[in-house]
């Protein structure tokens, strides 16, 4: 006979098996209707209009960026026809807005209409430079055929210029929906009034009736999560993802999207500055706690204006689950991509696990494997960075493997670090650059046309890229266990009309594989545990 506390046991083995049933059915269902859901990739503008060139972005920018020697808009600007050389396409660039400190990164918005012109927080120019000097960056970039890409941040202001008085309601951090407290005055850092800018560009000034919530009450000096209420403010917005029960509150001073004064302001500014910077889209911050229904329109807006069809749009929606990505790519309808947070993830999981992981599962659960048109690939970015917020960071072991996967294959639209590029103080490893600086060359110059897959083997993995009528095609292989004899451990590939070819290394061209009569060539990987094969040239 059972006792209560197996019968307890027995009922909440239950109700999770449920719950898993639930989610699993939920997914299935997902992935049914993304049938219906439009690619978005393929709708937008990722380089030059009419090349054939293999697109490519980089994210400009790490966590603690600064140039010694000049503004970073000027080294931008500076390092622009480098970056063309090296095959990219479109630069993201950090948010040039006003914020609430001088060093503040942008993220930390204070005023998005002050891109380094005006007198605020204690300086003109933004930590990355002046607004003259980002619109000669942003020039530079497009004398060297290269679009830029405007980093958003629309979900939250900080470093307001008064406090203000009002009500709100105290709710648990973990879940949001459930009250604390009951409602009582407040006192929150909740006006915004940009005394230097003086009314150029947009005439509003922002109080608590734009805002959800705030972290923050001056009146008792107590740090919590609090609701804003009063008449007409209408709490939590419900189209937001559903993580601590409403997801709506990240930090500072949330923005209500559903106000109609915040609605017109932020329409405004996004075409106010794709027109000032000339800029071809959006990289959209912290997507999960805004309405969506806002950011749809809003993207839809700024993309309905002369010559901005093709605008380009990249959402930040983190999680390294697929099933709970993939709501919101019904939900955008081809509007947007998304970061795949799930490859990332992988890759992270690769790095630590060395060569215990299986390489042949390195694209299970990811996003582009899923829906390759609406994924952009990376392996690491600014969040990811060791000690912050979001760290997972993709170590030496394994991040020259995860940039051939990104860059060399068909499939997603591929984004390169700045801090695994250029030489900084974070994150910098030479041996992972001068790879880098490789595979983005054979990216441009090889890997295209039609891709056949060798995973056959745990530790070693290739696959072909066929070519087309401009480019020759590549071989690449990769592993994750540097034990393995690089003579002996090798992938039997066909490449293809290449047959009795001679196949040369990318990185050492004294290393040759011969191609027999059928196309088939047996190819090694490196020490490096990356290598790319190319058709040596026929003299």
């Known amino acids: 006979m059972q006792t209560a506390g197996q019968l307890i046991d027995v009922m909440n083995s239950a109700r999770f098996s449920m719950g898993h049933i639930y989610r699993h059915l939920r997914y299935w269902l997902d992935c049914l209707l993304l049938k219906w859901v439009p690619p978005s990739l393929p709708a937008m503008q990722l380089g030059l209009h009419g090349s054939s060139q293999n697109p490519t972005m980089v994210q400009f920018f790490t966590w603690d960026a600064r140039h010694p020697d000049m503004s970073w808009w000027k080294h931008l600007a500076k390092e622009a026809p480098h970056l063309a050389v090296l095959g990219f396409t479109q630069i993201w660039l950090p948010p040039p807005n006003k914020a609430m400190e001088q060093t503040g990164r942008g993220y930390d918005a204070y005023d998005l209409w002050d891109l380094g012109e005006f007198d605020q927080k204690g300086s003109v120019a933004t930590r990355w430079g002046t607004k003259e000097d980002l619109l000669k960056a942003c020039d530079a970039a497009r004398q060297c055929n290269m679009n830029v890409i405007i980093d958003a941040v629309l979900n939250h202001k900080l470093g307001a210029d008064r406090a203000e008085a009002f009500r709100a309601v105290r709710v648990d951090p973990l879940n949001r929906l459930r009250d604390i407290e009951n409602e009582r005055p407040v006192k929150g850092w909740t006006a915004f009034d940009f005394p230097g800018r003086l009314g150029k560009y947009s005439s509003m000034r922002w109080n608590s009736n734009h805002f959800t919530g705030l972290d923050w009450d001056e009146l008792t000096q107590t740090k919590g999560v609090f609701r804003i209420s009063s008449e007409i403010h209408k ?16 930090l500072g001073i949330d923005i209500d999207h559903r106000h109609p004064e915040v609605r017109d302001d932020l329409f405004s500014w996004g075409s106010w500055i794709l027109d000032t910077t000339g800029a071809s889209g959006f990289r959209l911050d ?12 809003f993207i839809k ?10 605008l380009f749009a990249v959402s930040e929606y983190w999680s390294a689950n697929l099933q709970s990505i993939t709501p919101y790519i ?3 309808r081809g509007q947007t991509s998304f970061f ?12 630590e696990a060395g060569a215990s992981y299986d390489l042949r599962t390195i694209f299970e659960g990811s996003l ?21 917020s979001l760290e997972s960071w993709v170590d030496t072991n394994f991040k020259a493997q995860a940039y051939a996967l990104i860059l060399l294959r068909c499939h997603g639209y591929p984004c390169v670090f700045y801090g695994d590029l250029y030489l900084n103080d974070e994150c910098f490893d030479e041996g992972t650059s001068r790879i880098l600086k490789k595979l983005l060359l054979a990216r441009k110059s090889f890997a295209y046309g039609p891709m056949v897959d060798y995973f056959e083997h745990r530790n070693c993995i290739g696959f072909v890229r066929m070519g087309d009528s401009d480019h020759a095609g590549c071989v690449v292989v990769l592993s994750n266990d540097p034990m393995l004899d690089p003579t002996t451990s090798k992938v039997r590939m066909n490449v293809g009309i290449h047959q ?4 040369h290394s990318l990185f050492d061209d004294t290393r040759t594989v011969a191609i027999d009569h059928d196309g088939w060539g047996a190819f090694p990987s490196s020490e490096d545990c990356v290598e790319v094969w190319i058709k040596t040239a026929e003299h």
């Not at 009795?500 to 196949?503: K, L, N, P, Q, R």
Request: no cysteine.
């Open 301 to 310: 807006r700024t993309r309905n204006h002369p010559g901005r069809k093709r």
């Open 340 to 351: 795949d947070v799930p490859l990332h993830e992988n890759f992270h999981k690769a790095s």
């Open 235 to 250: 709490g939590w917005s419900r189209w937001v993802d559903t993580e601590n029960g409403n997801y709506d509150y990240l």
């Open 368 to 388: 582009v494997k899923l829906r390759p048109e609406d994924a952009v690939t990376f392996v690491d970015n600014h969040d990811t960075q060791i000690g912050q």
């Open 286 to 297: 912290a997507i999960k706690h805004m309405d969506r229904r806002f950011l749809l329109e």
């Open 500 to 503: 009795g070819a001679t196949f």
């Open 330 to 332: 019904r939900a955008f």
